[in-house]
């Protein structure tokens, strides 16, 4: 039911991104490859920044849904 609501909530390109993470266990850096973000920095992972806020994102978006609709 969480996914369901998720998928209405994220766009497109934040659902991949939710799936590939949560779903089929895809690391930090393969997702940043997947949706096209670079590093500026040396020595740094791949969209390291991006990939952490949007697992932020995730998190408040789920935790707002179990709220709101009383999934639990």
């Keep these: 039911t969480l996914n369901d609501e998720m998928k209405k909530v994220l766009t ?30 040396k020595n740094r ?10 697992k932020k994102l995730f998190r408040d978006k789920a935790i707002e849904i179990l709220k709101n609709k009383d999934i639990l």
């Design 12 to 41: 497109l390109k934040q659902y991949n991104a939710y799936v590939m993470l949560f779903f089929e266990k895809k690391s930090d850096e393969e997702v940043a490859k997947f949706l096209g973000y670079r590093s500026s920095e």
């Design 45 to 54: 992972k791949i969209g390291y920044k991006q990939i952490k806020n949007l």
